[in-house]
Nanobody, 123 residues
Framework: QVQLVESGGDSVQAGGSLRLSCAVY????????MAWFRQAPGKAREGVADINLVGSTHYADSVKGRLNIARDHAKSTLYLQMNSLKPEETEMYYCAARYGACSFAYDSNFGYWGQGTQVTVSS
């Protein structure tokens, strides 16, 4: 019953923008923590940003000022607005969720994951 579905991944030129979406099904909005992660082939998964139940956010240092995480409770959707994209950010982007404490630094604590959406940034 719990389901996360990402969309919005695409191919863009360096410096371009994309907005990723994650539709959320089966969670209680009052307690859910949500986050974005990303992973390149052969490399470790890294946290990008998270947002808690009251809208407080945290960002990886590498994306501060360029990426923005937001959620629309009415639409049960999580967003990641990405600006000034770099070629090294050509990665698979994943939406994740959990109940309880909210921190992308502890990805093992996120029990629910989407299948990912591919972002390709060309130079």
């Amino acid at each position: 019953q719990v389901q996360l579905v990402e969309s919005g991944g695409d191919s863009v030129q360096a410096g371009g923008s994309l907005r990723l979406s994650c539709a959320v099904y089966g969670f209680a909005s009052s307690s859910i923590c949500m986050a974005w992660f990303r992973q390149a082939p052969g490399k470790a998964r890294e946290g990008v940003a998270d947002i808690n139940l009251v809208g407080s956010t945290h960002y990886a240092d590498s994306v501060k000022g360029r990426l923005n995480i937001a959620r629309d409770h009415a639409k049960s959707t999580l967003y990641l607005q990405m600006n000034s994209l770099k070629p090294e950010e050509t990665e698979m982007y994943y939406c994740a969720a959990r109940y309880g404490a909210c921190s992308f630094a502890y990805d093992s604590n996120f029990g629910y994951w989407g299948q990912g959406t591919q972002v390709t940034v060309s130079s």
